[in-house]
Protein backbone atom coordinates (compact mmCIF):
# COMPACT_ATOMS: atom_id res chain seq x y z
CA UNK A 1 0.00 0.00 0.00
CA UNK A 2 3.15 1.91 -0.52
CA UNK A 3 3.21 5.15 -2.61
CA UNK A 4 -0.35 6.18 -2.40
CA UNK A 5 0.09 10.02 -2.52
CA UNK A 6 -3.33 11.19 -4.29
CA UNK A 7 -5.68 12.91 -2.45
CA UNK A 8 -9.21 11.76 -2.00
CA UNK A 9 -12.23 13.66 -1.44
CA UNK A 10 -14.90 10.79 -1.29
CA UNK A 11 -15.21 7.43 -0.72
CA UNK A 12 -17.77 5.64 -2.51
CA UNK A 13 -18.34 2.14 -1.40
CA UNK A 14 -21.48 -0.87 -2.86
CA UNK A 15 -22.24 -4.07 -1.42
CA UNK A 16 -25.32 -6.17 -0.74
CA UNK A 17 -25.69 -10.14 0.98
CA UNK A 18 -22.87 -9.97 3.74
CA UNK A 19 -22.43 -6.40 3.74
CA UNK A 20 -23.49 -5.01 7.14
CA UNK A 21 -20.18 -7.98 8.55
CA UNK A 22 -18.09 -6.50 5.85
CA UNK A 23 -19.09 -2.59 6.35
CA UNK A 24 -18.02 -2.69 9.96
CA UNK A 25 -15.14 -4.46 9.40
CA UNK A 26 -13.82 -1.44 7.50
CA UNK A 27 -15.33 1.38 9.35
CA UNK A 28 -15.93 0.92 13.07
CA UNK A 29 -12.63 1.94 13.89
CA UNK A 30 -12.62 5.37 11.57
CA UNK A 31 -12.53 8.18 14.12
CA UNK A 32 -15.43 10.42 14.38
CA UNK A 33 -13.30 13.40 12.36
CA UNK A 34 -12.65 11.33 9.37
CA UNK A 35 -12.16 14.40 6.86
CA UNK A 36 -13.27 11.93 3.55
CA UNK A 37 -16.75 11.84 3.14
CA UNK A 38 -18.31 7.81 2.99
CA UNK A 39 -21.17 7.06 0.68
CA UNK A 40 -22.86 3.27 0.68
CA UNK A 41 -24.82 1.42 -1.28
CA UNK A 42 -26.00 -1.33 0.69
CA UNK A 43 -28.92 -3.36 -1.37
CA UNK A 44 -31.37 -3.41 1.75
CA UNK A 45 -35.47 -4.32 2.02
CA UNK A 46 -37.25 -1.02 1.48
CA UNK A 47 -39.63 -2.09 4.47
CA UNK A 48 -36.27 -1.87 6.46
CA UNK A 49 -36.84 1.95 7.57
CA UNK A 50 -33.15 2.74 9.25
CA UNK A 51 -32.18 -0.74 10.86
CA UNK A 52 -29.31 -0.51 8.92
CA UNK A 53 -28.18 2.87 9.84
CA UNK A 54 -28.70 2.16 13.51
CA UNK A 55 -26.93 -1.38 13.76
CA UNK A 56 -24.00 0.14 12.08
CA UNK A 57 -24.12 2.64 14.33
CA UNK A 58 -23.54 0.69 17.09
CA UNK A 59 -20.14 -0.52 16.18
CA UNK A 60 -18.73 2.91 14.45
CA UNK A 61 -17.16 6.10 16.02
CA UNK A 62 -18.28 7.73 12.93
CA UNK A 63 -21.39 8.95 12.50
CA UNK A 64 -23.80 6.72 10.11
CA UNK A 65 -26.77 8.65 8.60
CA UNK A 66 -28.83 8.21 5.92
CA UNK A 67 -28.86 10.20 3.00
CA UNK A 68 -31.02 12.91 2.35
CA UNK A 69 -31.74 14.57 -0.90
CA UNK A 70 -30.24 18.00 -1.31
CA UNK A 71 -27.91 17.43 1.79
CA UNK A 72 -24.16 18.60 0.93
CA UNK A 73 -21.40 16.01 1.45
CA UNK A 74 -19.46 16.35 4.09
CA UNK A 75 -16.54 14.54 6.02
CA UNK A 76 -17.30 13.07 9.12
CA UNK A 77 -19.93 10.69 7.79
CA UNK A 78 -20.95 7.63 6.59
CA UNK A 79 -23.96 8.30 4.05
CA UNK A 80 -25.90 5.53 3.40
CA UNK A 81 -28.64 5.54 0.53
CA UNK A 82 -32.52 4.60 1.49
CA UNK A 83 -34.36 1.90 1.07
CA UNK A 84 -36.17 2.05 -2.07
CA UNK A 85 -34.45 5.26 -3.22
CA UNK A 86 -31.63 5.64 -5.75
CA UNK A 87 -28.92 7.95 -4.16
CA UNK A 88 -26.79 10.67 -6.81
CA UNK A 89 -24.20 12.94 -6.59
CA UNK A 90 -24.65 16.43 -8.26
CA UNK A 91 -21.80 18.99 -9.28
CA UNK A 92 -22.58 20.74 -6.85
CA UNK A 93 -21.63 17.87 -3.91
CA UNK A 94 -24.89 17.75 -2.85
CA UNK A 95 -26.87 14.24 -2.94
CA UNK A 96 -30.42 14.08 -4.95
CA UNK A 97 -32.64 10.72 -4.69
CA UNK A 98 -34.72 9.16 -7.78
CA UNK A 99 -37.18 6.35 -7.40
CA UNK A 100 -36.05 5.77 -11.45
CA UNK A 101 -36.45 1.66 -12.46
CA UNK A 102 -33.82 -0.70 -10.44
CA UNK A 103 -30.85 -1.44 -11.69
CA UNK A 104 -29.78 -4.76 -12.20
CA UNK A 105 -33.17 -5.78 -9.90
CA UNK A 106 -31.88 -3.11 -7.34
CA UNK A 107 -33.04 0.53 -5.74
CA UNK A 108 -30.82 1.58 -4.50
CA UNK A 109 -28.25 0.74 -6.66
CA UNK A 110 -24.48 0.99 -6.77
CA UNK A 111 -24.00 1.32 -10.06
CA UNK A 112 -26.36 4.64 -10.17
CA UNK A 113 -24.27 5.99 -7.10
CA UNK A 114 -20.83 5.06 -8.49
CA UNK A 115 -21.17 6.54 -12.10
CA UNK A 116 -23.09 10.31 -10.96
CA UNK A 117 -20.13 10.11 -8.13
CA UNK A 118 -17.38 9.38 -10.61
CA UNK A 119 -18.20 12.27 -12.39
CA UNK A 120 -18.36 14.85 -9.94
CA UNK A 121 -14.99 13.51 -8.01
CA UNK A 122 -12.93 12.12 -11.10
CA UNK A 123 -9.83 10.96 -9.67
CA UNK A 124 -10.49 11.68 -6.38
CA UNK A 125 -12.96 9.30 -5.73
CA UNK A 126 -12.15 5.53 -4.45
CA UNK A 127 -14.55 3.49 -5.18
CA UNK A 128 -14.56 -0.02 -3.10
CA UNK A 129 -16.74 -2.83 -3.72
CA UNK A 130 -17.71 -5.62 -1.41
CA UNK A 131 -19.40 -8.74 -0.34
CA UNK A 132 -22.75 -9.83 -2.19
CA UNK A 133 -24.51 -11.70 -4.56
CA UNK A 134 -25.39 -9.49 -7.33
CA UNK A 135 -23.46 -8.27 -10.36
CA UNK A 136 -24.44 -4.10 -9.86
CA UNK A 137 -21.08 -2.07 -9.29
CA UNK A 138 -19.73 -3.96 -11.76
CA UNK A 139 -20.50 -1.01 -14.77
CA UNK A 140 -20.28 1.62 -11.90
CA UNK A 141 -16.52 0.67 -10.96
CA UNK A 142 -15.74 0.77 -14.69
CA UNK A 143 -16.52 4.36 -14.59
CA UNK A 144 -15.11 5.27 -11.74
CA UNK A 145 -11.74 3.61 -13.58
CA UNK A 146 -12.74 5.55 -17.09
CA UNK A 147 -12.68 8.93 -14.50
CA UNK A 148 -8.94 8.39 -13.50
CA UNK A 149 -10.39 7.13 -9.95
CA UNK A 150 -9.08 4.36 -7.58
CA UNK A 151 -10.92 1.12 -7.74
CA UNK A 152 -11.01 -1.75 -5.26
CA UNK A 153 -12.85 -4.80 -4.77
CA UNK A 154 -12.88 -6.84 -1.76
CA UNK A 155 -10.53 -10.13 -2.09
CA UNK A 156 -13.67 -13.20 -3.27
CA UNK A 157 -11.84 -15.43 -1.21
CA UNK A 158 -12.67 -13.90 1.86
CA UNK A 159 -15.96 -12.26 0.71
CA UNK A 160 -18.85 -14.11 2.62
CA UNK A 161 -20.37 -13.70 -1.10
CA UNK A 162 -17.84 -13.37 -3.44
CA UNK A 163 -19.47 -12.89 -6.84
CA UNK A 164 -20.42 -8.90 -6.82
CA UNK A 165 -16.32 -8.79 -5.99
CA UNK A 166 -15.79 -11.43 -8.66
CA UNK A 167 -18.04 -9.66 -11.10
CA UNK A 168 -16.10 -6.49 -10.56
CA UNK A 169 -12.75 -7.87 -11.29
CA UNK A 170 -13.81 -9.93 -14.56
CA UNK A 171 -14.39 -6.16 -15.86
CA UNK A 172 -10.81 -5.59 -15.44
CA UNK A 173 -11.10 -2.21 -14.03
CA UNK A 174 -10.49 -3.29 -10.46
CA UNK A 175 -6.61 -1.89 -9.45
CA UNK A 176 -6.55 -3.47 -6.39
CA UNK A 177 -7.81 -6.64 -5.01
CA UNK A 178 -7.50 -6.01 -1.14
CA UNK A 179 -8.85 -7.97 1.89
CA UNK A 180 -11.25 -6.32 4.86
CA UNK A 181 -8.00 -5.50 6.88
CA UNK A 182 -5.81 -4.26 3.78
CA UNK A 183 -8.99 -2.10 3.10
CA UNK A 184 -9.30 -0.66 6.43
CA UNK A 185 -5.51 0.02 6.51
CA UNK A 186 -6.04 2.23 3.57
CA UNK A 187 -9.07 4.06 4.57
CA UNK A 188 -6.26 5.09 7.51
CA UNK A 189 -3.53 6.05 5.43
CA UNK A 190 -5.56 8.09 2.94
CA UNK A 191 -7.20 10.37 5.29
CA UNK A 192 -3.22 11.44 6.70
CA UNK A 193 -2.43 12.61 2.91
CA UNK B 1 -22.20 10.02 -19.91
CA UNK B 2 -19.43 12.20 -20.50
CA UNK B 3 -21.79 15.30 -21.36
CA UNK B 4 -20.43 18.77 -21.50
CA UNK B 5 -22.31 21.04 -19.09
CA UNK B 6 -22.95 23.90 -21.67
CA UNK B 7 -24.30 21.89 -24.51
CA UNK B 8 -26.38 19.80 -21.99
CA UNK B 9 -27.86 23.54 -20.40
CA UNK B 10 -28.17 24.37 -24.33
CA UNK B 11 -30.18 21.34 -25.26
CA UNK B 12 -32.78 22.06 -22.40
CA UNK B 13 -32.77 25.53 -23.21
CA UNK B 14 -33.86 25.04 -26.64
CA UNK B 15 -36.11 21.98 -25.61
CA UNK B 16 -37.47 24.78 -23.27
CA UNK B 17 -38.37 27.17 -26.30
CA UNK B 18 -39.59 24.77 -28.96
CA UNK B 19 -41.98 22.76 -27.30
CA UNK B 20 -42.39 24.69 -23.85
CA UNK B 21 -41.22 21.48 -21.27
CA UNK B 22 -38.72 23.28 -18.90
CA UNK B 23 -36.32 20.59 -17.54
CA UNK B 24 -33.65 23.29 -16.97
CA UNK B 25 -34.69 23.18 -13.35
CA UNK B 26 -34.15 19.65 -12.61
CA UNK B 27 -31.97 17.72 -10.67
CA UNK B 28 -28.65 17.24 -13.12
CA UNK B 29 -27.66 13.72 -12.34
CA UNK B 30 -30.82 12.48 -12.79
CA UNK B 31 -31.97 14.29 -15.96
CA UNK B 32 -28.39 13.32 -17.37
CA UNK B 33 -28.51 9.46 -16.82
CA UNK B 34 -31.77 9.33 -18.65
CA UNK B 35 -30.74 11.27 -21.16
CA UNK B 36 -27.82 9.11 -21.54
CA UNK B 37 -30.02 5.66 -21.75
CA UNK B 38 -32.10 7.55 -24.05
CA UNK B 39 -29.23 8.05 -26.90
CA UNK B 40 -27.25 4.99 -26.18
CA UNK B 41 -30.56 2.49 -27.03
CA UNK B 42 -31.22 5.09 -30.11
CA UNK B 43 -27.24 4.67 -30.88
CA UNK B 44 -27.08 8.49 -30.71
CA UNK B 45 -23.13 9.12 -30.01
CA UNK B 46 -23.26 13.15 -29.40
CA UNK B 47 -25.74 15.54 -27.62
CA UNK B 48 -25.43 17.81 -30.76
CA UNK B 49 -26.97 15.40 -32.47
CA UNK B 50 -29.66 14.74 -30.30
CA UNK B 51 -30.69 17.65 -30.07
CA UNK B 52 -30.79 18.85 -33.47
CA UNK B 53 -32.58 15.28 -33.91
CA UNK B 54 -35.21 16.07 -31.40
CA UNK B 55 -36.51 19.75 -32.18
CA UNK B 56 -36.93 18.43 -35.77
CA UNK B 57 -38.67 15.24 -35.13
CA UNK B 58 -41.59 15.63 -33.14
CA UNK B 59 -41.83 11.78 -32.87
CA UNK B 60 -38.59 11.38 -31.34
CA UNK B 61 -39.32 14.58 -28.99
CA UNK B 62 -42.33 12.34 -27.76
CA UNK B 63 -40.13 9.50 -27.45
CA UNK B 64 -37.37 11.89 -25.60
CA UNK B 65 -40.25 13.04 -22.91
CA UNK B 66 -41.03 9.54 -22.35
CA UNK B 67 -37.68 8.80 -21.20
CA UNK B 68 -36.84 12.34 -19.40
CA UNK B 69 -40.18 12.46 -17.20
CA UNK B 70 -39.77 9.72 -15.15
CA UNK B 71 -42.82 7.24 -14.85
CA UNK B 72 -42.17 4.83 -11.88
CA UNK B 73 -44.89 4.53 -9.52
CA UNK B 74 -47.13 1.58 -7.87
CA UNK B 75 -50.07 1.43 -5.86
CA UNK B 76 -50.19 1.94 -1.94
CA UNK B 77 -46.16 2.66 -2.32
CA UNK B 78 -45.16 3.34 1.24
CA UNK B 79 -48.88 1.79 2.70
CA UNK B 80 -48.19 3.51 5.85
CA UNK B 81 -48.92 7.07 4.20
CA UNK B 82 -52.25 5.66 2.73
CA UNK B 83 -53.11 4.33 6.42
CA UNK B 84 -51.70 7.68 7.64
CA UNK B 85 -54.10 9.54 5.12
CA UNK B 86 -57.23 7.45 5.79
CA UNK B 87 -56.55 8.10 9.27
CA UNK B 88 -55.79 11.50 9.48
CA UNK B 89 -56.81 13.36 6.51
CA UNK B 90 -60.00 11.67 4.82
CA UNK B 91 -61.34 11.55 8.95
CA UNK B 92 -61.12 15.79 8.20
CA UNK B 93 -62.42 15.95 4.98
CA UNK B 94 -65.33 13.95 5.32
CA UNK B 95 -67.00 17.36 7.27
CA UNK B 96 -66.69 18.68 3.75
CA UNK B 97 -69.91 18.75 1.46
CA UNK B 98 -67.67 18.97 -1.52
CA UNK B 99 -63.58 17.09 -1.57
CA UNK B 100 -61.34 18.20 -4.20
CA UNK B 101 -58.10 16.44 -4.72
CA UNK B 102 -55.29 16.87 -6.73
CA UNK B 103 -53.05 14.43 -7.89
CA UNK B 104 -49.60 16.19 -9.16
CA UNK B 105 -47.23 14.26 -11.68
CA UNK B 106 -49.59 10.78 -11.14
CA UNK B 107 -47.73 9.58 -13.85
CA UNK B 108 -49.45 5.89 -15.07
CA UNK B 109 -51.98 6.50 -12.04
CA UNK B 110 -51.40 3.62 -9.52
CA UNK B 111 -51.64 6.45 -7.08
CA UNK B 112 -54.85 7.59 -8.32
CA UNK B 113 -56.64 4.30 -7.89
CA UNK B 114 -55.40 4.05 -4.30
CA UNK B 115 -57.24 6.98 -3.57
CA UNK B 116 -59.77 6.13 -4.77
CA UNK B 117 -60.08 3.08 -3.06
CA UNK B 118 -59.53 4.56 0.43
CA UNK B 119 -62.26 7.14 -0.76
CA UNK B 120 -64.85 4.54 -1.77
CA UNK B 121 -64.22 2.71 1.78
CA UNK B 122 -64.88 5.80 3.61
CA UNK B 123 -67.45 6.55 1.83
CA UNK B 124 -66.44 10.16 0.60
CA UNK B 125 -65.87 8.75 -3.29
CA UNK B 126 -69.43 10.19 -4.43
CA UNK B 127 -68.86 13.56 -3.57
CA UNK B 128 -65.28 13.76 -4.39
CA UNK B 129 -63.64 15.17 -7.65
CA UNK B 130 -59.80 13.95 -8.45
CA UNK B 131 -58.13 16.09 -10.64
CA UNK B 132 -55.19 13.90 -11.71
CA UNK B 133 -51.94 15.58 -13.61
CA UNK B 134 -49.06 14.95 -15.62
CA UNK B 135 -46.55 16.20 -17.96
CA UNK B 136 -46.14 12.79 -19.59
CA UNK B 137 -49.65 12.39 -22.05
CA UNK B 138 -48.56 8.52 -22.80
CA UNK B 139 -48.74 7.86 -19.40
CA UNK B 140 -51.66 9.67 -18.65
CA UNK B 141 -53.35 7.67 -21.16
CA UNK B 142 -52.43 4.70 -19.13
CA UNK B 143 -53.82 6.49 -15.87
CA UNK B 144 -56.85 7.03 -17.64
CA UNK B 145 -57.58 3.00 -18.94
CA UNK B 146 -56.50 1.73 -15.43
CA UNK B 147 -55.30 -1.12 -16.94
CA UNK B 148 -52.00 -2.83 -15.38
CA UNK B 149 -49.59 -6.09 -15.33
CA UNK B 150 -51.44 -8.67 -13.47
CA UNK B 151 -48.10 -9.69 -12.15
CA UNK B 152 -48.05 -6.56 -9.92
CA UNK B 153 -51.09 -7.52 -8.15
CA UNK B 154 -49.49 -9.33 -5.73
CA UNK B 155 -47.15 -6.84 -4.45
CA UNK B 156 -50.08 -4.27 -4.69
CA UNK B 157 -52.36 -6.59 -2.53
CA UNK B 158 -49.71 -6.76 0.08
CA UNK B 159 -49.51 -2.96 0.16
CA UNK B 160 -52.90 -2.68 0.41
CA UNK B 161 -53.52 -4.91 3.37
CA UNK B 162 -50.36 -3.34 5.19
CA UNK B 163 -52.57 0.16 4.31
CA UNK B 164 -55.27 -1.34 6.21
CA UNK B 165 -57.68 -2.07 3.52
CA UNK B 166 -60.89 -2.95 4.65
CA UNK B 167 -61.92 -5.55 1.71
CA UNK B 168 -60.14 -8.01 -0.42
CA UNK B 169 -57.84 -6.05 -3.09
CA UNK B 170 -59.06 -8.23 -6.04
CA UNK B 171 -62.91 -6.67 -5.26
CA UNK B 172 -61.13 -4.12 -7.00
CA UNK B 173 -60.01 -4.79 -10.65
CA UNK B 174 -61.35 -8.19 -13.02
CA UNK B 175 -58.36 -9.72 -14.56
CA UNK B 176 -58.20 -10.58 -18.05
CA UNK B 177 -55.12 -12.39 -19.85
CA UNK B 178 -52.28 -10.77 -18.48
CA UNK B 179 -53.85 -7.76 -17.44
CA UNK B 180 -56.35 -6.47 -14.76
CA UNK B 181 -58.87 -3.27 -15.38
CA UNK B 182 -59.72 -1.46 -12.32
CA UNK B 183 -63.24 -0.98 -11.50
CA UNK B 184 -65.06 1.60 -13.65
CA UNK B 185 -66.88 2.50 -10.29
CA UNK B 186 -63.28 4.11 -9.31
CA UNK B 187 -62.57 6.47 -12.31
CA UNK B 188 -66.38 7.87 -11.96
CA UNK B 189 -65.24 11.18 -10.51
CA UNK B 190 -61.30 11.61 -11.84
CA UNK B 191 -60.71 14.23 -14.23
CA UNK B 192 -57.25 13.58 -16.20
CA UNK B 193 -55.43 16.51 -17.29
CA UNK B 194 -51.65 17.81 -18.57
CA UNK B 195 -50.11 19.90 -16.09
CA UNK B 196 -46.58 20.87 -16.26
CA UNK B 197 -45.46 21.80 -12.73
CA UNK B 198 -42.31 23.80 -14.19
CA UNK B 199 -43.94 25.99 -15.85
CA UNK B 200 -48.35 25.79 -15.24
CA UNK B 201 -50.48 27.54 -12.84
CA UNK B 202 -52.92 27.02 -10.40
CA UNK B 203 -55.95 25.89 -11.53
CA UNK B 204 -58.56 25.43 -8.95
CA UNK B 205 -58.19 25.01 -5.50
CA UNK B 206 -58.23 21.83 -3.12
CA UNK B 207 -58.60 20.38 -0.25
CA UNK B 208 -55.63 18.06 -0.39
CA UNK B 209 -53.07 17.48 -2.57
CA UNK B 210 -50.76 14.87 -3.19
CA UNK B 211 -47.38 14.91 -4.83
CA UNK B 212 -44.98 12.36 -3.81
CA UNK B 213 -41.51 11.32 -5.68
CA UNK B 214 -41.50 14.44 -7.79
CA UNK B 215 -39.78 17.10 -5.98
CA UNK B 216 -36.58 14.94 -5.69
CA UNK B 217 -36.07 15.04 -9.11
CA UNK B 218 -36.17 18.99 -9.31
CA UNK B 219 -33.69 21.49 -7.83
CA UNK B 220 -33.85 23.81 -4.78
CA UNK B 221 -35.41 27.08 -7.30
CA UNK B 222 -37.94 24.59 -9.05
CA UNK B 223 -38.97 22.60 -5.53
CA UNK B 224 -39.45 26.09 -3.89
CA UNK B 225 -41.52 27.46 -6.69
CA UNK B 226 -44.03 24.57 -7.12
CA UNK B 227 -44.26 24.72 -3.24
CA UNK B 228 -45.96 28.01 -3.43
CA UNK B 229 -47.60 26.36 -6.50
CA UNK B 230 -49.33 24.12 -4.05
CA UNK B 231 -49.80 26.60 -0.91
CA UNK B 232 -51.80 28.79 -3.02
CA UNK B 233 -53.91 25.90 -4.35
CA UNK B 234 -54.52 24.63 -1.21
CA UNK B 235 -57.65 26.01 0.86
CA UNK B 236 -57.23 26.90 4.30
CA UNK B 237 -56.38 24.03 6.82
CA UNK B 238 -55.74 22.25 3.14
CA UNK B 239 -53.74 19.24 3.28
CA UNK B 240 -50.14 17.73 0.98
CA UNK B 241 -48.91 14.72 0.62
CA UNK B 242 -45.27 14.51 -0.09
CA UNK B 243 -42.79 11.42 -0.75
CA UNK B 244 -41.36 9.88 1.97
CA UNK B 245 -37.91 11.72 1.74
CA UNK B 246 -39.03 14.86 0.45
CA UNK B 247 -39.62 17.62 3.29
CA UNK B 248 -40.47 21.55 3.04
CA UNK B 249 -36.61 22.11 4.95
CA UNK B 250 -35.67 24.20 1.58
CA UNK B 251 -38.78 26.13 0.90
CA UNK B 252 -39.64 29.66 1.85
CA UNK B 253 -43.05 28.41 2.88
CA UNK B 254 -42.05 25.97 5.45
CA UNK B 255 -43.64 28.07 8.41
CA UNK B 256 -46.66 28.24 6.54
CA UNK B 257 -47.73 24.36 6.78
CA UNK B 258 -48.11 22.31 9.92
CA UNK B 259 -46.91 18.48 10.63
CA UNK B 260 -49.66 16.82 10.25
CA UNK B 261 -47.49 12.92 10.39
CA UNK B 262 -43.62 13.74 10.21
CA UNK B 263 -42.85 10.73 9.17
CA UNK B 264 -44.87 10.13 6.08
CA UNK B 265 -44.51 13.89 4.97
CA UNK B 266 -48.03 14.86 5.78
CA UNK B 267 -48.81 18.78 6.11
CA UNK B 268 -51.97 20.84 6.30
CA UNK B 269 -52.45 24.47 5.32
CA UNK B 270 -52.21 26.91 8.48
Redesign the interface.
Known amino acids: MQGITQKYNAIAIGTSAGGLFALSGILDELPAGYPIPIMVVQHRSKDQKDLLEEVLQNKCKIRIKQADEKETIKGGFVYVAPPDYHLLVEADKTFSLSSDEAVRFSRPSIDVLFETAAIVYKDTLAGIILTGASSDGAAGITVIKEYGGLTIAQDPAEAQFPFMPESSIQTKAVQHIWTLSEIKKFLSEISNI | ??FD?KELKDLLESVRFVYGYDFTDY????V???IDHFMNTRKITALEKLGKMILHDEKLFEEFIQEVS?T??EMFRDPVFYKSIRENVLKRLATYPFIKIWIAGCATGEEIYSIAILLQEEGLLNRSVIYATDINQKSLQIAKDGVYPVENMKAYTANYQKAHGKKSFSEYYKAKYNSVMFDKSLKQNIVFAAHNLAVDKSFNEFQLIICR?VL??FN?KLQNKVINLFYESLCPFGFLGL?????LL?TDRKKYFEEIDRKEKIFMKK
Open positions: MNNAEASKRRVVTNIYQGNKESF
